[in-house]
């Protein structure tokens, strides 16, 4: 959850964008670029019941170096797969826009766990996150 660097590679690209495919597609781009960390503030909502955006991002970023604490499901496998028939399904400029957005966004996300050297620190995969609590709670 780094959104200064999110919003700062967004805002670059989406001049691109912009210049491209229009202000509106640019905008779409901007806000799935910048934004998809939105996950991780539900998922503070949901644990804490609080609406705090500076806790919540205080929070993550104390447990930057726990691995796999939690699921936050818009940086899934699943996510992107289901996002992406919708937008081949809708066939919709503005669509595929947000999804280059969330294209970015991830390669954000990797490019800063590769250099952390900290990959397996989120789960990927919902299936994989729900299979590992199966397992667990047959333990």
């Given at each position: ?74 940086h899934t496998i699943e996510f992107f797969i289901f996002f992406s ?22 390669i954000v996300d990797i490019a800063q766990a590769l250099y952390l ?16 609590r199966k397992t667990n709670e047959k333990l």
């Open positions: 959850m780094n959104l200064p660097i999110h919003v700062i590679s967004g805002g670059i690209f989406s001049i691109i964008v912009y210049r491209f495919l229009g202000i509106k597609n640019a905008i779409g781009f901007f806000c799935f670029a910048s934004f998809l960390d939105a996950d991780h503030y539900l998922y503070y909502i949901y644990k804490f019941r609080k609406l705090h955006i500076r806790k919540a991002m205080e929070y993550f970023d104390a447990h930057r170096d726990v691995e796999r604490f939690c699921l936050c499901i818009f028939l919708i937008t081949f399904i809708f066939s919709s400029l503005f669509l595929y826009a947000c999804l280059l957005g969330v294209i970015l966004h991830y050297k900290r990959i397996y620190y989120r789960w990927w995969s919902a299936i994989s996150y729900c299979r590992s």
